[in-house]
């Protein structure tokens, strides 16, 4: 049997019979065999220390450590920057975005991928986007609606925290508060883009009204690598040579479960 390699909107997949569809191909002899792993192509655009703009894709791993990094931001997503609001997708490394905690910060890496609608092999909410309507948590937060991609973190601070955690805020999966009124899946009719901003520190971004947290790995075992896919992963960063280069994190981070249980405090 002859298997045929094919890429839909950036996800390289085998292509043939149900069995493949099941993720089993068969072998010659009708044994099943596992397919490979799912795999995505990821692009950076990034600022050498010339100040050059640099740019480079591969394919790697469909896996949360890799897509955390490049499905944060939906198209439309606005940033203030030293020139005004401006979108997502027409930032470039090099711009100066203003920042929560910092002010204006050089913008070091921009992350993107395809977000694929209802592909069976990915996780399910990789074919989803998160919308957020206007005033959801506040007057002006956000401003207008906002899409998000599936990995976007939230600064979220509450009297719970300091109650439950000793802590006056954490970075949360924006998904955590999905309630199918204010906020809502979105299922893209085609393929889109989403985004990631990366800085030389971690910062808390004010996105359309929003708290939004700038990339960062999270703590080493967090991710999960083995040494050979660590340096696939730190091969998209090339502004950095170890995991630990991105710094500190702002903010700890709460699972979705966490949160729901701050919440209920």
């Known amino acids: 049997m002859t298997m045929t390699p094919s890429s839909t909107g950036g996800l390289a997949v085998e292509k043939n019979s149900a069995l493949a569809r099941m993720g089993r191909i068969a072998q010659q002899d009708r044994r099943p065999q596992r397919l490979r792993p799912l795999m995505r192509r990821y692009a950076v655009a990034y600022l050498t220390p010339s100040q050059e703009i640099k740019e480079l894709a591969r394919p790697a791993p469909a896996i949360s450590a890799f897509e955390d990094a490049f499905a944060a931001f939906g198209r439309g997503t606005i940033f203030e920057t030293e020139f005004g609001p401006t979108a997502v997708e027409d930032l470039l490394p090099g711009d100066k975005v203003m920042t929560q905690d910092a002010g204006l910060q050089v913008l070091k890496w921009v992350g993107r ?153």
Do not use: W
């Open 113 to 265: 991928m395809t977000l694929i609608p209802d592909f069976t092999r990915q996780s399910p909410e990789m074919g989803k986007l998160t919308r957020v309507t206007a005033d959801r948590f506040g007057l002006g937060k956000p401003m207008h609606d906002l899409v998000l991609g599936p990995r976007a973190r939230m600064l979220y601070k509450s009297p719970s925290c300091q109650v439950r955690l000793g802590i006056d805020g954490a970075s949360v999966p924006l998904r955590g508060f999905i309630d199918g009124v204010t906020i809502f899946e979105v299922t893209p009719v085609t393929p889109v883009k989403t985004f990631h901003l990366c800085f030389d520190k971690h910062h808390t971004l004010v996105a359309n009204g929003i708290l939004l947290e700038s990339f960062h790995p999270g703590r080493t075992s967090d991710l999960a690598l083995s040494i050979e896919m660590q340096q696939l992963y730190l091969s998209l960063f090339p502004q950095i040579k170890r995991v630990e280069d991105f710094g500190p994190m702002k903010y700890p981070r709460l699972s979705a479960e966490e949160l729901d249980s701050v919440r209920a405090a």
